[in-house]
């Protein structure tokens, strides 16, 4: 039995088949948003490279590129179809495409759903690939003589200073490695020295920020180094005082930043899997209705169109075998008596055993 069957008379098919070929201009267009989206998060990301550990975080702009270019293609395609399909004499040049269209439909339309999704679960993958390259970026920060490393310091900066945080996950993180280059120090420093000598890996560590890490709306001055020392600054104490430098580490500032951009890119890749469907379910019906009305032979008559022409379980079983029965044409049995396949050509002997040759002269 068909599933959601509907009858269509010739009027009808012609007045979807119009409101169709005008959607599936529309979906043109909503093609093109998906592709400026994925491009657009492909150069916010492209921008903060240096930051990024090499993943899979540009999978999905990739993929939402992909998926735009294809539904303009797709729905272009669609467009010319659902306009011949409004006159029945036209419509029989597409009965042969009509039905792989859809399916290629389908398909990519589904791939609309795993974008809009992958918006919602990259979540993991884009914070560790942010705390590795964060980890890394502010462990060269002071290598602004290397080749490679140069620019990492003013790139580090600048993110510090435009995301307002200080730090992978804080500013303690700076207390950790050295971040003045060897250059700045002077050896002949006794301070210096004891720092160096204090330190196993032999580093100057030193509880200090970059200045990066600096809030400009403080009233106070910065207080940039000697931030744990409350008796190097007058009227200090650095456990009850707010300090005057970015708390938030980038990591969670960056990763709240494309959070915010990737599920704004899924609502509105949401909608648009919505919207393709309905024009998809639509296509169906135009597809179902043509083919019955051509098979009838009666261009002005009524006829039926459906989703699924059984139901979906027969639906499923139907595909389902089809897809074991795949590549089996040519394979040769290999159950017991059945491996030879000759069994049951008779012998040409006719049941004769004792047959004398002749010798060979």
Known sequence: MAVLKVKFTKTRREKLAQILWILNWVSVVSGIILFSLGLFLKIEIKKRNEVMAKGDVNSLPNMLISVGVIACIINFLGGKICYDCSDANKCSRW??????????????????????????????????????????????????????????????????????????????????????????????????????????????????????????????????????????????????????????????ALLDYYTAIMRSIGIAALFIWLFELSVLIGVRYLQTAMKNVLLLGDLEGESDGWLLENSFVETAKYNINIIKNLGKANQISTVSGMNDPNIDVQNTNCGKTNVTTKSIP
């Open 95 to 252: 009965k042969l495409v009509m039905l792989p269209y859809i399916v290629c439909t389908f398909c990519f339309t589904f791939c609309i759903l795993v974008g809009a999704l992958m918006c919602y679960t990259m979540r993991n993958e884009l914070e560790e690939s942010l705390y590795l390259g964060l980890r890394d970026a502010i462990k060269f920060y002071k290598d602004t003589d290397i080749p490679g490393r140069c620019f990492l310091k003013k790139t580090v900066d600048m993110l510090q200073i435009g995301f307002q945080c200080c730090g992978n996950n804080g500013f303690r993180d700076w207390f950790e490695i050295q971040w003045v280059s060897a250059r700045y120090l002077n050896m002949a420093s006794k301070e210096v020295l004891d720092r160096l000598k204090s330190n196993v890996a032999g580093k100057f560590l030193v509880d200090g920020v970059p200045f990066s890490c600096c809030n400009p709306s403080s009233p106070r001055p910065c207080i940039q180094y000697q931030l744990t020392n409350n008796s190097a600054h007058y009227n200090y104490d650095f456990l009850t005082e707010e300090l005057n430098i970015w708390v938030k580490g980038c990591r969670e």
